[in-house]
């Protein structure tokens, strides 16, 4: 069943993962990531305003997309910043549409 859960944040969500254990993670606009483990909102800092525009979970850290062109990696309260490889294009509010993500085999 679904329930509501206060997240503290007035702005849009744009990504949701679950973690490997069972944690849900959520990132939005205003730089917003937080984590969902039983009936409470965590707030993460990432060091960012930016509108964060997707959250995948991998093993014990979360990689974010921003707005802004940067990956975001955190890891045992730490985060970390890359510039993408794909800049938006001039007047693009966005990098994401031209991202894409693999999984290896092995």
Known sequence: SWKTCETGTRGCL????????GAL????????AGRLHGDRVQRVDLGTV???????AVRDEIVVLGADGVIRRWRDGAATAVASPIAPAPG???????????????
């Open 14 to 21: 744009r990504g949701i993962a679950l973690g490997v254990n």
């Open 25 to 32: 993670w959520v990132v939005g606009e205003d730089g917003f």
């Open 50 to 56: 930016a509108t964060l525009t997707s959250v995948t």
């Open 92 to 106: 693009s509010r966005s990098a994401a549409p031209a991202m894409r993500a693999t999984r290896s085999s092995g």
